[in-house]
């Protein structure tokens, strides 16, 4: 096979060597540039499309590992192999750990296995300028169906604008102040909060028609799981920064005051009166433990039970109740067992049942919280992994394999720290 389009970049300080690999590589009928020293390639690099390079690892002035380290941060598609004649492990190491190399060969080398290998990098070159096009035509029918996505908006809001002018003036205004109120206590409680409120809105409404909730009842429901922090606007930002249980009594005393404020602020909308009477039961517990009136069982609407049960659940695993998130199961069985007395078993089975079929359809977090000593190869992050000072060590759904685990392992014993790991199921 012929390789006239691919270029071959040979570096070492014995021209006697560049000259006979120089002769092996010849029947590929590639491109080939030989450099004596890491500088003379590194400004040939800057000049020429090079596909793979091949360097000497002991060479004068800048090693072959350092040399091999400047090429992957600086032309990271370009293939690199080192060569050597010594079975050094500290070199070979320094080339896999600096210079990202991707294969490592002795000399005197087999000719048969230098031509493969620079064959082999030649197709993946190949291979990679193929994906290239076609991303690039990817982008090309992206932009055109954003082109589309406009039109159509445009279209929709047009019908939209239309729609609103026939709607009386009450209903204008009801719409308005709705948005109004939920988007400024989404803002309010920031972005995480208001990401939590989206992927958790059908778990609310799927639980609560479960349970029988339908119709006005059920608008009415989803309105207060919308203002659900509206009593919270007035708090400072250093009481919402603090979880529910590293709270002070002081704190705890101003926080219980949020169901109040959040039905005191839908008094002045009528349609709104039945949402407040929601928020202002949604934080009482079925033992009289909650707040603000230590209301019992039967005293509590069926609908403020729910947003009571759906919200406990949220906020155990974002880390608003505790100072470290649960996972799924562990909030579920804080609700089932743990605080058993404090829900309706009824609706913690009903919402138990909703994040299964939401689960199976991709639409509900569905993980557990595990300890490094548990974790095996093929596990999936189901969230970004943490450590305990805030610094991103994975993102959410990288999949562990064993390099992963024991660097990670490596981590908390070298930091003293023990990370948290939530891992899908």
Known sequence: MKFT??????????????????????????????????????DILKTHHIDIVISDMRMPVIAGEQFLQQVAEQWPDVERVALTGFADSSAIMAAINQGKVSRFMLKPWN?????????????????KRKASILQRMTREKNTQLQQLNRTLEQRVQQRTEQLRQMNTSLQASYRAVVNMLSNLSMRRMGVKTSRENQQFTPLMRETAVACGIEGEALKDLMTAWQFRHLGKLSFSDSLLQV???????????????????????????????????????????????????????????????????????????????????????????????????????DVVAQMKEVLEALSSLGEALNDAELTSNDLIPGMTLSRDLFSPSGILLLGAGQVLNETLIERIREMEYNLEEVFQFFIQR
């Open 5 to 42: 389009e691919n270029s071959v970049l040979l570096v070492d300080d014995e021209k006697q060597v560049l000259y006979a690999l120089n002769r092996v590589i010849r029947p590929l009928q590639c491109k080939v540039f030989m450099a004596d020293s890491a500088a003379v390639a590194l």
């Open 111 to 127: 000719d048969d296995e230098l031509l493969n290998t620079i064959e082999n990098a030649f197709l993946l070159s190949a291979g």
């Open 243 to 345: 979880p529910y249980l590293s709270m002070t009594a002081e704190q705890q005393k101003q926080f219980h005051t949020h169901p109040l404020l959040a039905q005191a602020s839908c008094l002045p909308v009528k349609p709104l009166h039945a949402a407040g009477q929601i928020l202002r039961q949604h934080r009482e517990y079925l033992d009289g433990t909650g707040y603000p009136s230590r209301l019992k069982a039967d005293q509590i609407s069926l609908s403020a039970q729910i947003l009571c049960a759906v919200n406990d659940y949220v906020e155990l695993i974002s880390g608003h109740y505790a100072v470290k998130p649960q996972g799924h199961i562990e909030a579920l069985r804080y609700l089932r067992d743990r605080a058993a007395s404090r829900y309706s078993q």
